[in-house]
């Protein structure tokens, strides 16, 4: 049996809810053969459950992107990447890798933290990532960033950034609404550079979204390397979130990640798909 393969250049969450390990959780759900070149490793105060970001070497991070390279790679997902030579490195191998697969997740914060990480990061995303990626998947505050528009606060304000981070280079967005906009549903838009879809499922009214993201982004990956179209991987990465996010739990009084298994246990909440 020969199984396709991911790679995720992400980092490392120590509480096990996102980064890399909702991206290998995913992975398998999937069935694919999901690897990592580790970028950082989050940990965590455990009294306030402050974040602290520690980036591994760059020569180290070289040497796993090398490795997982060199076994014949079906899919790339970014996730954390916290400084503009690690965004550098990844992009360079990203583009001789001949990948056309990629999804870029461009995160900017740890979630519960409002500082972004690197205020230079934007712009290296845009010069060495975005050119790259079949998608991007930024959630309001990061489609604001790259845009240049500032946060998107209703459908109409996503539709123009997510045309102009199409303009940058990626060949597709989706712009992850979420619960965050007052609508009725949790919404998310997608735009594959000449029609823009909404993606709509019901809110849930829990906090333990922790890795939502991530796990979005690395269903995207994964069912891009399984063959589906981005339209159809997105759709699919919509119903795997959705799941995932109406089964979350409480791991602390500080965090509740999302169930990765979710949908294969329980099935998937029903999407809406609306051509706007």
């Given amino acids: 049996m020969t199984l396709k393969k991911t790679l995720t250049i992400a980092g490392s969450d120590t509480s096990g809810g996102a980064g ?46 090398d490795t997982a390279l060199s076994t014949g790679i079906d899919a790339i997902k970014t996730g954390m990447l916290s400084t503009e030579e690690i965004i550098r490195i990844a992009g360079k191998a990203i583009a001789n890798s001949g990948t056309k697969n990629v999804v870029i997740d461009p ?22 990532l975005l050119p790259l990626a ?9 489609a604001g960033q790259l845009a240049g528009t500032g946060t998107p606060k209703n459908i109409d304000d996503m539709k123009i950034a997510a045309r102009k ?17 007052a609508t009725e549903k949790a919404i998310d838009l997608f735009f594959d550079g000449e029609t823009f879809y909404l993606l709509e499922s019901e ?44 089964h979350g739990w409480a791991l602390n009084e ?16 029903h999407i809406t798909v609306t051509e706007i």
């Fill in 203 to 246: 809110k849930v009214a829990s906090t333990n979204n922790h890795g939502a993201g991530c796990t979005f982004a690395a269903s995207v990956t994964a069912n891009l390397a399984n063959g589906l179209t981005i339209k159809d991987s997105v759709i699919e990465a919509k119903e795997f979130v959705s799941a995932a996010i109406a």
């Fill in 165 to 181: 981070i199409h303009e940058l280079g990626a060949k597709a967005v989706v712009i992850k609404g979420g619960k965050a906009l």
């Fill in 20 to 65: 890399m390990q909702a991206d290998l959780k995913t992975f398998q759900e999937h069935g694919t053969y999901g690897m990592v070149a580790l970028t950082v490793v989050v940990t965590m105060d455990p009294n306030g459950w402050t974040h602290n970001v520690t980036p591994l070497p760059t020569d180290l991070l070289q040497k796993q992107i």
């Fill in 254 to 269: 500080y965090v509740g990640p999302v169930m990765h298994g979710a949908k294969s246990r329980f099935g998937a909440p």
């Fill in 107 to 128: 995160v900017m914060v740890c979630k519960g933290d409002d500082e972004v990480l690197n205020p230079g990061n934007t712009d290296a995303m845009i010069q060495h």
């Fill in 134 to 142: 079949a998608v991007t998947t930024p959630n309001l505050f990061e």
